[in-house]
């Protein structure tokens, strides 16, 4: 009897050990570990995926949102380095990289197993791809690669498909500077060049087609969808003119224009609203009414406009202002998104910028923001000094539920990443921390290895 019973325990033991490689029930605490953290790429289910880098060696590790510990890890050769492409149908997609291109690869989320490999041909390994996009609806993954080489431009767009990492065609694209903010939107690829062109590629014929006009300011805009029709903004900088762009004709079925031709600043279009700053007026246009929503006054010393978030109920502003005639600082106001009212403003320091400023998935009621006043040495190219805090602000009342405040660079933050009821920042040192995001209280750290 007590043969067969430690018999069984064996073949239980030997099963587990089984089972642990793939990631199924593997947990490992990496404290004290030979890890340094870079940021975090994405998050699925119960898990973030975090990069880090030591000795030249690129690492992957898949880490439990919730206590830290590993589920599994990715690691590749000291001359290869990887880039993240995003996660769907439960794969994360990688670019694998070497002095000439190597390939694309598909990782199982739950326990790191290779799901599929896509190399190149080799008379395509001097192509770089400057650009990818997942379509989940469509099960397919589209590559859009180039050549380094301005006097011998080939682009392509490889078709892949999602689950089994098959190709299953490669076109030819015209020959022009492309740029990495391809836009994907049902059958429609949209793809960008450097001078402001712009061309559709449709997905399930194969047809090329050039727009009509420099439609999304290739650089420095996505465009909006609403009610079936595109609307982006032309032009780099200072941008004058609304396309709309029908997608089953590709063509810009019309244009507009208003008053924002005067104004300060370029157009920024978020939800279907266009701010524009004709100081000392911020006005926000209805683009399905088409008609002047608010307009609200700011005193001289607010210089420019640079950015919005919609809420529900209230709108987020984000301005560069003077402070002391001299120093240049950011700022947010708060404003009712009915009235305009204003509700509240956030500028805590003498001078600094904000760095980063994010709605709390758990909690569209409050926003965390990184600010920071920094010391910058130009001739070793990197920060020398920085105080500064990050924190999570009330929207309503603009009042502090939490800060962590402060006064080096050593005790900054040089990630951020927010995934369910977490924060997760990386610093300097190449610590990984988890906070929560209702008190700023750590409940969990990984803490590089020190040399």
Not at 18 to 30: A, M, T
Not at 33 to 61: M, P, Q, V
Not at 84 to 96: A, M
């Amino acid at each position: 009897m007590k043969i067969k019973i430690i018999t069984l325990l064996i073949c239980f033991l030997f099963l587990i050990s089984y089972l642990l490689p793939l990631g199924c029930s593997k947990r490992e605490n990496l404290n004290g570990k030979d890890i340094f953290f870079e940021n975090i790429f994405s998050g699925y289910n119960d898990l973030i995926f975090a990069k880090s880098t030591r000795d030249k060696y690129e690492s992957l590790f898949a880490l439990n949102y919730k206590n830290g510990l590993m589920r599994w890890k990715f690691s590749v050769s000291e001359v290869e380095s990887f880039d993240f492409i995003g996660i769907s149908k439960n794969l994360i997609i990688l670019k694998i990289r070497t002095t000439l291109l190597s390939a694309l690869i598909a990782l199982d989320c739950t326990n790191g197993n290779l799901v599929w490999k896509f190399d190149f041909n080799k008379n395509d390994r001097e192509l770089d791809i400057i650009d990818a996009l997942i379509s989940p609806k469509e099960n397919k993954l589209f590559i859009i690669t180039t050549t380094d080489d301005p006097n011998n431009l080939k682009n392509f767009i490889y078709s892949i498909d999602l689950i089994t990492g098959r190709m299953e065609f490669k076109k030819n694209l015209p020959s022009c500077r492309l740029v990495d903010k391809s836009y994907l939107y049902d059958d429609l690829l949209i793809l960008r060049t450097r001078d402001g062109y712009n061309a559709t590629f449709s997905i399930s014929s194969g047809e090329i087609s050039w727009i009509d006009a420099k439609l999304f300011g290739s650089i420095y805009s996505y465009p909006i969808e609403i009610n079936g029709l595109l609307y982006g903004t032309g032009g780099f900088i200072k941008s004058t003119e609304i396309f709309v762009l029908d997608p089953k004709s590709k063509k810009v079925i019309r244009k507009i224009n208003g008053a924002w031709e005067k104004a300060n600043d370029g157009l920024f279009i978020s939800d279907h609203f266009i701010f524009y700053y004709q100081k000392p007026s911020l006005n926000v246009y209805d683009l399905i009414t088409q008609t002047i929503k608010m307009n609200i006054e700011f005193p001289a010393d607010y210089l420019s406009f640079t950015n919005a978030i919609i809420t529900e109920k209230y709108i987020l502003l984000s301005f560069k202002k003077t402070f002391e005639k001299q120093v240049v600082k950011d700022s947010i106001v708060c404003v009712k998104k009915e009235t305009g009212k204003m509700l509240w403003e956030y500028d805590p320091m003498k001078g600094g910028e904000i760095e980063n400023i994010k709605l709390i998935e758990n909690n569209h009621d409050a926003i965390l923001i990184k600010y920071a006043s920094c010391v910058f040495n130009w001739q070793r190219g990197e920060k020398v000094e920085e105080e500064g805090e990050i924190a999570v602000i009330d929207i309503k009342s603009g009042r502090y539920l939490w800060k962590r405040s402060y006064s080096n660079l050593r005790d900054s933050f040089n990630f951020l990443f927010l995934w369910k009821e977490r924060i997760f920042v990386v610093d300097f040192d190449g610590n990984l921390k988890a906070l929560n995001s209702k008190n700023g209280k750590i409940k969990w750290k990984i803490l590089s290895l020190k040399r």
